[in-house]
């Protein structure tokens, strides 16, 4: 019996990167394409009909006219904010004291955690989300418990536990000490496991006080391969209270540069309403930004300048922001990151779109050699996307010109209902197909 598996239909493939160069030469759709697993890997991209003469062997999945893509990466979330998602009206500081903090408090029964991080996964696999970043509480056992659950289901995981000690309840404050300690020893148990990447994992400056920020730089030099993940300049109101709580400070980027906090391996998430500064050094140093603009719009946060910080040579991603941002689907995602786009005269492409929801948001999370292309070598972490998964869509699908106005109508329209099948380092976990 062979382990080979020949997935046959329109595949989707990058040769380069749609946000520095034409999309038309960076991202390409072969309508009679396929792909081979072995192993868990991709073995094979190209001509599904020459594949098929090679490897006679292969067990054949045909997909017809779905659309065969990398699986969507998401690079920012808070799967413990999972059950109070599309939560009423807040802004930022208001939405952490009413909703947030409250539901991370429960995560203190481990237990809880569990559910909470066996679910999260679950609704995202459903919505093609193959690998994300989270962030967990200040709970060592809500990052045992998220790792855990991703190695159960074989998915790539990036995640730390929250690092909080003030401006946060009682019950979600550490300390100087145990967010080092507790840090440290998830690193040791989890970093590199697998499929596992630790990120350290400062919520953001007003929650941490100068001390524990440079204890947490500490450790990430202790450990150069972690990736570090935090926010940054989301809303003009939290800015205003940085300044208040660092008045030492440069900028927003700056509480964290003098920390240790900054470089290739940082992920801030946000970045709205950045000063010149900051977008200098940003580019300087490599460090990832990742638009959330589901969030962005649901809180009332601003609009992200994608184009913009493109053209900067800045590493960028796209996430959901579970559960600020309203919806657990990368494709709702990509279609608000267009509505942005729109409303700064700047709208991205399908193309660009799918890329930053795959590759993109790989190379920010440095797994760029792991996943988020279709490529010889990979982990075979794939999501089918049918084209006509409803009604509403399937219209548009049949007057569509070519394949790339049908992805968008996906893209605008769709959820997961268009999810037609997910496969997770090479086995298959669930879809419509």
Known sequence: MTNQRLLLGATLTYSGNPMQSAWEDAVKIDTEGGVLIEDGRIAAVGNGGRLRADHPQAEVTRYGEALICPGFVDAHVHYPQTAIIASWGKRLIDWLNTYTFPEEMR??????AGDIAARYLDLTLAHGTTTVASYCTIHPHSA??????AEDRGQRIVAGKTCMDRNAPEGLRDTVQSAYDDSKALIERWHGKGRATYAITPRFSPTSTPEQLSALGALWAEHPTCLMQTHLSEQTDE???VRGLFPEARDYLDTYEAHGLLGERGLYGHAIHLEPREIDRLAETGGALVHCPTSNTFIGSGLFDMTGLAARGIPLALA???GGGSSFSMLRTM????????LRGTPLHAAQLIWLATAGSARSLHLQDHVGSLAEGMEADITVLS???TPAIAQRHAAAEDIW????ATIMMGDDRAIADVWVAG???GGTA
């Open 107 to 112: 995560l203190s029964d481990p237990a809880y």
């Open 144 to 149: 045992d418990a998220l790792f855990q659950a």
């Open 239 to 241: 800015i205003e209270w």
């Open 320 to 322: 959901t922001d579970t």
């Open 335 to 342: 279609a608000a990151a267009y509505e942005v786009g729109q």
């Open 387 to 389: 084209l006509n998964s």
């Open 405 to 408: 106005e049908s992805l968008f």
């Open 427 to 429: 086995a298959r976990r």
